[in-house]
Structures are given as structure tokens and as C-alpha cells.
């Protein structure tokens, strides 16, 4: 049997390591809805939201940057989950709408952090943590180049940059008021179904 010394050395670094699970918890939850109020929230206001010192957030967190990091990936990780509900089955023109107007519930709400993102993250970076928002998009891409829904003529990867692209640029523009944010869906919609559309072919109406 243990002597209570011994049972002290063996918890006391489980205690450890399960304080900093819930002060990374913390720190995490604060990042996310401070910076989905203000991109250029603080350090210091982060951990103060998160009830935390800020030596403890940046034993974490070595900078700003890491921390925009990781709140770009939990929110990222939270829109794929959202975006299992989205079906993205049968018409590829329907199921590219469909998807569309869900991804940009997530944009509008967490395009703060997105800005901050923006400002602290190489563009690669940024791409790398959408990857799986992207390949739902792939999804139904390859589905409409198969069935002549969408253009073969220009390669995937640039209909997917298109997507990306266009949908960073909306977060832009709803940021600054220069479009509403409830006609942004099918301002999105309209403008990818006229670039995804074959050349020559009608542009469905949505």
C-alpha cells in the first residue's frame, strides 16, 4: 500500500495536468467570445475573461498569434459539427445553396475572429485549418463537374479557392457595411453558381 507521501507524488501531477486542461478550457472559451466581440482584443483582456493571470495564459499560449490560433481552430471544429445537420446530398446546385447559407450563419456570427486571424495568420495557415469546411465543398463540387452541373474546364482546386475566397471577402465587406448581412447568402450563392456554371449553359435560378 501506498504511504500517503508516496499517493501524494503520484496525484499531485494528475491534479497538475487536470488544472491546465481546465485553465486551457477557460482561456479558450474567453478567446473565442472576446474576439467574436472585438478582433483586436487583448492578451490581458482574454485572461481576465477567462480567470486566469496572464503568466498563465502565455504558459499556454506563447503569443496573440498561438492564441488566435487555437480559437480559429476550436471555432472551425465547432462549424463542422453545426454543418453535419446540412444536407449536402442529391442536386449539386441545391446542395451548393444549402451549404452556402449554413456556412455563412457561422461566418457572420464568428467573422471577428476570422479578422483576427486575418491580421495575425499566414493566408497558408488559414487555409490549412478550413480543411474540413472545404471538403464538404469538394464534396459537392466533384458531384456537379460529374454530372455537368459545374464547369470541367477550370481545375477543382480554383473552384474551391473561389469558395474560400469569396466567402472570407463577404466577411469583409459585412464587417465594414458595405453589403447587409442577411442578403449575403445569395449574393454568395448567385455569384458561385454564375462562375461554377459551364460556359455557354443558363445559370439555374436558385
Given at each position: 500500500m501506498a504511504t500517503p507521501s508516496e499517493g501524494g507524488r503520484s496525484s499531485?501531477?494528475?491534479?497538475?495536468?487536470?488544472?491546465?486542461?481546465?485553465?486551457?478550457?477557460?482561456?479558450?472559451?474567453?478567446?473565442?467570445?472576446?474576439?467574436?466581440?472585438?478582433?483586436?482584443?487583448?492578451?490581458?483582456?482574454?485572461?481576465?475573461?477567462?480567470?486566469v493571470g496572464r503568466v498563465t495564459l502565455y504558459g499556454h499560449?506563447?503569443?496573440?498569434?498561438?492564441?488566435?490560433?487555437?480559437?480559429?481552430v476550436r471555432t472551425i471544429q465547432r462549424a463542422d459539427r453545426i454543418l453535419d445537420a446540412t444536407d449536402t446530398t442529391g442536386d449539386p446546385v441545391e446542395a451548393l445553396t444549402r451549404l452556402v447559407a449554413s456556412s455563412w450563419q457561422i461566418v457572420d456570427q464568428f467573422r471577428n475572429i476570422l479578422l483576427a486571424a486575418q491580421r495575425e495568420l499566414p493566408a497558408e495557415r488559414i487555409r490549412g485549418i478550413h480543411?474540413?469546411?472545404?471538403?464538404?465543398?469538394r464534396s459537392v463540387v466533384e458531384r456537379g463537374q460529374r454530372?455537368?452541373?459545374f464547369r470541367t474546364d477550370l481545375p477543382k482546386h480554383w473552384l474551391l479557392t473561389t469558395v474560400f475566397s469569396l466567402m472570407h471577402a463577404a466577411a469583409e465587406d459585412a464587417a465594414a457595411g458595405r453589403v447587409k448581412v442577411d442578403q449575403v447568402p445569395d449574393l454568395i450563392a448567385a455569384t458561385l453558381l454564375a462562375a461554377f456554371t459551364p460556359p455557354g449553359a443558363k445559370v439555374r435560378a436558385r
Open positions: 499531485a501531477p494528475r491534479a497538475q495536468r487536470a488544472d491546465a486542461r481546465r485553465n486551457v478550457e477557460a482561456i479558450l472559451d474567453a478567446a473565442v467570445a472576446c474576439l467574436a466581440r472585438d478582433p483586436e482584443v487583448s492578451v490581458v483582456e482574454v485572461a481576465a475573461a477567462a480567470g499560449f506563447k503569443t496573440r498569434a498561438d492564441l488566435i490560433d487555437a480559437a480559429l480543411d474540413r469546411i472545404l471538403g464538404r465543398v454530372t455537368g452541373a
